[in-house]
C-alpha cells in the first residue's frame, strides 16, 4: 500500500506539493524547541512593530517579539491539536459507529438518535458555549473539539459497516466459529477503515480553523502562548501600521489548509474512487 501511494504520489504534482508542504510543517513542530531563532516570549519594547529584516525576516509584534519564532511555535501549537484531535476523534467515531452498526438494533438506534441531536447544532457555536462554560485552555479546547468532531466517523463507518458485515467472506468467518471480536477488527473494520481516514485527511483542516476561530475570539489559546489565531487577533489593529502581523500568520494558515484540502482530495481519489 505504502509502495503504491508513492507512486501515484509522485505523478500528482499538486498532491505532491501538498505532501511535501504539510510534512514541513509538521516537522517544524515536532521541532519547534529547536529551530526557533530567538525566544518567542523575550519583549524588546524598542523594536515593536518593526517590520522585516535580515534578521528578523518576520518583524516583530506589537511587544517586540520576534514574529517568526512566535509563528514557529504556534506552528506546534495549532498542528498538535489539530492531529490530537482528529486522532480522538477518529477512534471515537469508528468505534461506536463500528460497534453499533455491527451489533444493530437498540445500540444502532441510540446512535442514530444521538447523532441526529448533534447534528442539530451548529459545531463550532457548540463548542464556543463549552470553552465559555468551562474556561479557556488547551485541554477544555480540546474537548470542545471532540464533542461533536466524532459524529462524522460514527456516521461514516456506520454506512460502511453495514454494506460489509453481510458480505460473504464475513458470514463465512461467522459460520467457521471465528469470535466476535476478530471478525469486527480483521474483517470487517478492516475494510471499512479507507473513507474515515479520508475523512480524517480532511477534517485536520476544519479543526484548525475551529482552533484558529476560537482563540481569534479569545475563547482557545490565551496569551502568552503563540497560537496563530491569537497573534492575527491581537495584530488586527495594527492592519495599516504593522501589515506583516496580519500578512504572515495568514499566508502559513492558508497554505496549510490549501495543503490539507489537496492531500485529502488525492486520497479521495485513491482510496474510495479508484
Not at 49 to 63: A, I, N, R, V, Y
Not at 141 to 167: C, D, H, P
Amino acid at each position: 500500500m505504502n509502495k503504491k501511494f508513492f507512486q501515484k504520489l509522485r505523478k500528482e504534482k499538486i498532491a505532491l506539493f501538498s505532501f511535501i508542504i504539510l510534512s514541513f510543517y509538521i516537522l517544524i513542530a515536532l521541532f519547534a524547541n529547536y529551530i526557533t531563532p530567538y525566544n518567542p516570549y523575550e519583549m524588546n519594547l524598542s523594536q515593536r512593530l518593526k517590520g522585516p529584516s535580515l534578521s528578523h525576516p518576520f518583524g516583530f509584534d506589537e511587544l517586540g517579539r520576534d514574529e517568526l519564532s512566535r509563528i514557529i511555535m504556534g506552528t506546534r501549537i495549532s498542528i498538535s491539536i489539530g492531529l490530537l484531535v482528529v486522532v480522538i476523534t477518529f477512534i471515537m467515531g469508528i468505534t461506536v459507529g463500528g460497534i453499533c452498526a455491527y451489533l444493530g438494533g437498540i445500540f444502532d438506534e441510540i446512535l442514530m438518535r444521538a447523532t441526529d441531536v448533534l447534528l442539530a447544532m451548529p459545531g463550532i457555536l457548540l463548542a464556543i458555549a463549552i470553552v465559555s462554560f468551562l474556561g479557556t485552555g488547551i485541554f477544555n479546547l480540546i474537548f470542545a473539539l471532540t464533542v461533536m468532531g466524532w459524529i462524522s466517523y460514527a456516521r461514516l463507518i456506520r454506512g460502511e459497516v453495514l454494506k460489509i458485515k453481510n458480505q460473504d467472506y464475513v458470514l463465512a468467518a461467522k459460520i467457521s466459529g471465528s469470535k466476535t471480536f476478530k471478525i469486527f477488527f480483521r474483517h470487517i473494520l478492516r475494510n471499512s477503515i479507507d473513507p474515515a481516514i479520508v475523512q480524517g485527511v480532511l477534517n485536520l483542516g476544519g479543526v484548525i480553523i475551529s482552533e484558529a476561530s476560537l482563540s481569534f475570539l479569545g475563547l482557545g489559546i490565551s496569551p502568552p502562548t503563540p497560537s496563530w489565531g491569537n497573534m492575527l487577533s491581537m495584530a488586527r489593529v495594527h492592519l495599516f501600521d504593522a501589515p506583516h502581523l496580519i500578512i504572515f500568520p495568514s499566508i502559513i494558515l492558508a497554505t496549510l489548509i490549501f495543503s490539507v484540502h489537496f492531500l485529502g482530495e488525492f486520497l479521495e481519489e485513491m482510496f474510495i474512487h479508484r
